[in-house]
């Protein structure tokens, strides 16, 4: 079925930035690439606005002569640019998403996957195996840091560009049902792993609401007992320190140093030192901490004589 310029054109201005006028020209490569990338950062999806009369014109099976003039495409400058900038921002991408895989596993991957995508576009593709392999190399020397995304897509860039070549002639096209699986299950891939860790995200919000509020409706209890300690009310010792059978004077060292181990005001009542020990230990966990092993260690162990040193007084105190 020929293709229509005025057709083009119009899914160019319509759904342009979501790789529309790609999807109907058969260019699928590029129609991913723009839907993962909002039209290439939008300035791809301008740049097309020029070349939409070839396209059309090279779908319809009209070509250029000397298209092809060698078996090896010229080099693309724009090509290797392309690469760095969508695989850098194809391994930031896997690196916030999938923060609980190995970054030397997901950035390699992840880069070498976006600089494959640059590389696929139009008639042309690379070896996937050469820049995977020089993806994960590259990461390995550097030890899968986050900053290396820039030098890891450099060097499957480059590699991309060593290994270009021309994506073979007459390749029948699968229906148009097939290609928006595959499009989809793309698209999927590459938006799960942030989707899920959005949702978590707003599941802590939704958690922390309930605290937040009981706080909010603690707060005028809280300011009218500073008041009265303030002004002297209490006769020498405030109503809380008679409540609890302590005065502040009375704290020794160590126990002012648990409550500062726990992040807690001295005085602090009972359920507040058993939630903070509670939520201190989750984050300091060795477990929890590989990469710094020896200070959650460290910190773990100091927690846990804090707890012990409140709690035991408290528990006395009913008595003393």
Same mark, same amino acid.
């Given at each position: 079925?020929?293709? =229509?310029?005025?057709?083009?054109?119009?899914?160019?201005?319509?759904?342009?930035?979501?790789?529309?006028?790609?999807?109907?020209?058969?260019? %699928?490569?590029?129609?991913?690439?723009?839907?993962?990338?909002?039209?290439?950062? &939008?300035?791809?999806?301008?740049?097309?606005? $020029?070349?939409?009369?070839? $396209?059309?014109?090279?779908?319809?099976?009209?070509?250029?002569?000397? %298209?092809?003039?060698?078996?090896?495409?010229?080099?693309?400058?724009?090509?290797?640019?392309?690469?760095?900038?969508?695989?850098?921002?194809?391994?930031?991408?896997?690196?916030? &998403?999938?923060? $609980?895989?190995?970054? /030397?596993?997901?950035?390699?991957?992840?880069?070498?996957?976006?600089?494959?995508?640059?590389?696929?576009?139009?008639?042309?593709?690379?070896?996937?195996?050469?820049?995977?392999?020089?993806?994960?190399?590259?990461? /390995?020397?550097?030890?899968?840091?986050?900053?290396?995304?820039?030098?890891?897509?450099?060097?499957?860039?480059?590699?991309?560009?060593?290994?270009?070549?021309?994506?073979?002639?007459?390749?029948?096209?699968?229906?148009?049902?097939?290609?928006? @699986?595959?499009?989809?299950?793309? #698209?999927?891939?590459?938006?799960?792993?942030?989707? #899920?860790?959005?949702?978590?995200?707003?599941?802590?919000?939704? /958690?922390?609401?309930?605290?937040?509020?009981?706080?909010?409706?603690?707060?005028?209890?809280?300011?009218?007992?500073?008041?009265?300690?303030?002004?002297?009310?209490?006769?020498?010792?405030?109503?809380? %320190?008679?409540?609890?059978?302590?005065?502040?004077?009375?704290?020794?060292?160590?126990?002012? =140093?648990?409550?500062?181990? /726990?992040?807690?005001?001295?005085?602090?009542?009972?359920?507040?030192?058993?939630?903070?020990?509670?939520?201190?230990?989750?984050? $300091?966990?060795?477990?929890?901490?590989?990469?710094?092993?020896?200070?959650?260690? =460290?910190?773990?162990?100091?927690?846990?004589?804090? @707890?012990?040193?409140?709690? &035991?007084?408290?528990?006395?105190?009913?008595?003393?």
């Amino acid at each position: 079925m020929a293709k =229509r310029l005025l057709v083009a054109y119009g899914l160019w201005a319509l759904g342009g930035p979501l790789g529309l006028h790609h999807l109907y020209l058969g260019r %699928d490569s590029h129609a991913l690439l723009w839907m993962l990338t909002l039209g290439g950062f &939008g300035a791809g999806w301008l740049w097309d606005f $020029w070349h939409l009369p070839g $396209w059309v014109a090279t779908a319809n099976g009209a070509r250029v002569a000397g %298209d092809r003039a060698g078996s090896v495409p010229a080099l693309s400058p724009l090509r290797l640019v392309g690469g760095v900038t969508v695989g850098m921002y194809f391994g930031l991408v896997a690196a916030l &998403g999938l923060p $609980w895989v190995p970054a /030397l596993l997901a950035q390699p991957l992840a880069v070498g996957l976006g600089v494959q995508l640059v590389s696929s576009v139009g008639d042309q593709t690379a070896e996937v195996p050469s820049v995977l392999a020089t993806a994960f190399l590259a990461s /390995l020397l550097f030890q899968g840091r986050v900053l290396a995304v820039l030098p890891v897509s450099l060097a499957a860039s480059v590699a991309a560009q060593r290994h270009r070549r021309y994506k073979p002639p007459g390749t029948p096209q699968p229906r148009l049902a097939a290609r928006l @699986y595959h499009l989809g299950l793309a #698209c999927l891939a590459f938006v799960a792993p942030l989707a #899920c860790r959005g949702a978590a995200g707003v599941l802590g919000t939704l /958690l922390a609401i309930p605290r937040a509020a009981t706080e909010l409706l603690l707060l005028p209890l809280r300011a009218g007992r500073l008041l009265v300690e303030t002004l002297g009310f209490s006769g020498g010792s405030s109503v809380w %320190d008679r409540g609890t059978g302590f005065e502040a004077s009375g704290w020794s060292q160590r126990q002012q =140093r648990a409550y500062e181990v /726990l992040g807690l005001p001295m005085g602090s009542p009972a359920e507040d030192v058993h939630r903070s020990y509670r939520e201190l230990v989750k984050v $300091w966990h060795p477990d929890h901490n590989p990469h710094r092993a020896k200070e959650a260690e =460290r910190r773990f162990i100091e927690l846990q004589e804090a @707890y012990e040193e409140l709690a &035991g007084p408290r528990r006395a105190a009913p008595g003393g």
